[in-house]
T-cell receptor
Framework: DAKTTQPPSMDCAEGRAANLPCNHS???????VYWYRQIHSQGPQYIIH???NNETNEMASLIITEDRKSSTLILPHATLRDTAVYYC???????????FGQGTRLTINP | ETGVTQTPRHLVMGMTNKKSLKCEQH?????MYWYKQSAKKPLELMFV???????ENNSVPSRFSPECPNSSHLFLHLHTLQPEDSALYLC?????????????FGPGTRLTVL
């Protein structure tokens, strides 16, 4: 599985857009980028995933660079309930497991 | 609510006890997983079941024994655990076990071994 690099922590003001970066410079052509988040002591929550194109759902948007070496998760209007650890995961073709790193601890401030 | 439930949510047990963790998914999925999350560590995959067959066992000690009686239920039987086994145990399910199948997690069981 390709390795991902995320900043350990970020802060964002409530109501503003939260942009979480992820570097995955060794990603290969058939690997997907997944984002999960984990609110303290709860199970990880699926947010979004993508391969090449940008993706959007009711929770967030995923922007993947053209060379696929990095991506950004965007929470358009952050709320206090978005405070969590956000994990960027690259999942290899045929891989059954998700390999979680340390993630980014996002704190939304009032 | 993800459609994956786990019981109990909290469990305290002694090293000589035998207990079981239960996971149930209401999503019609065919694959189920056990993960372990120790304090300050990333999630680690323990077991994968696909269509009730174990397809992956990540060198987990034999004191952890999984059971998948049908595609909706997954158990983790525990016996003679050690204090270092205290962790959050998470169950997940997905439509299949392919890399493109999104995994949905339950709330976890917080296990404390005394």
């Amino acid at each position: 599985d390709a390795k991902t690099t995320q900043p350990p922590s970020m802060d964002c003001a409530e109501g503003r857009a939260a942009n979480l970066p992820c570097n995955h410079s060794t990603i290969s052509g058939n690997e997907y980028v997944y984002w999960y988040r984990q609110i303290h002591s709860q199970g990880p929550q699926y947010i979004i995933h993508g391969l090449k194109n940008n993706e959007t759902n009711e929770m967030a948007s995923l922007i993947i660079t053209e060379d696929r070496k990095s991506s950004t998760l965007i929470l358009p209007h952050a709320t206090l309930r978005d405070t969590a650890v956000y994990y960027c995961i690259v999942r290899a073709q045929g891989a059954q497991k998700l390999v979680f790193g340390q993630g980014t601890r996002l704190t939304i401030n009032p | 609510e993800t459609g994956v439930t786990q019981t109990p949510r909290h469990l305290v047990m002694g090293m000589t006890n035998k207990k079981s963790l239960k996971c149930e998914q209401h999503l019609g999925h065919n694959a189920m997983y056990w993960y372990k999350q120790s304090a300050k560590k990333p999630l680690e995959l323990m077991f994968v079941y696909s269509l009730e067959e174990r397809v992956e066992n990540n060198s987990v000690p034999s004191r952890f024994s999984p059971e998948c009686p049908n595609s909706s239920h997954l158990f983790l039987h525990l016996h003679t655990l050690q204090p270092e086994d205290s962790a959050l145990y998470l169950c997940a399910s997905s439509q299949g076990a392919a890399s493109t199948d999104t995994q949905y997690f339950g709330p976890g069981t917080r296990l404390t071994v005394l």
